[in-house]
């Protein structure tokens, strides 16, 4: 399978855990299409900050707050200004 499609399949799943309270089933597959991502596009890609992003609120859900405070400041410029 190709990397983005698996990349999309993650990010879908993980948003429908995110939505049911699975949040530790949604980290992990956030996790794995981050690095997906990372190896596909590298660090500074828009998808890529965006799953950081979404990582990030994730584990704001799981009261992980230092390392969603990370996430989402490094993912939040993709929402801020398109990722340039």
């Given amino acids: 399978m190709r990397i983005r ?3 999309m ?4 799943l993980a948003s429908t855990l995110d939505g049911e309270g699975k ?3 949604a980290e992990s597959l956030h996790r794995e299409g ?3 991502w990372r190896k596909r596009a590298g660090n500074e890609d828009q998808q890529t900050l965006h799953t950081l992003h979404r990582l990030g609120l994730t584990l704001e859900s799981e009261g992980k707050w230092a390392e ?3 996430c989402i400041a490094k993912g939040w410029p993709c929402g ?3 990722g340039k």
Avoid: D, V
Avoid at 9 to 12: K, N, S
């Fill in 68 to 70: 969603a405070e990370a």
């Fill in 80 to 82: 801020a200004n398109g």
């Fill in 5 to 7: 499609k698996r990349c």
């Fill in 23 to 25: 949040w530790a089933e």
């Fill in 34 to 36: 981050l690095a997906l």
């Fill in 9 to 12: 399949r993650y990010a879908i």
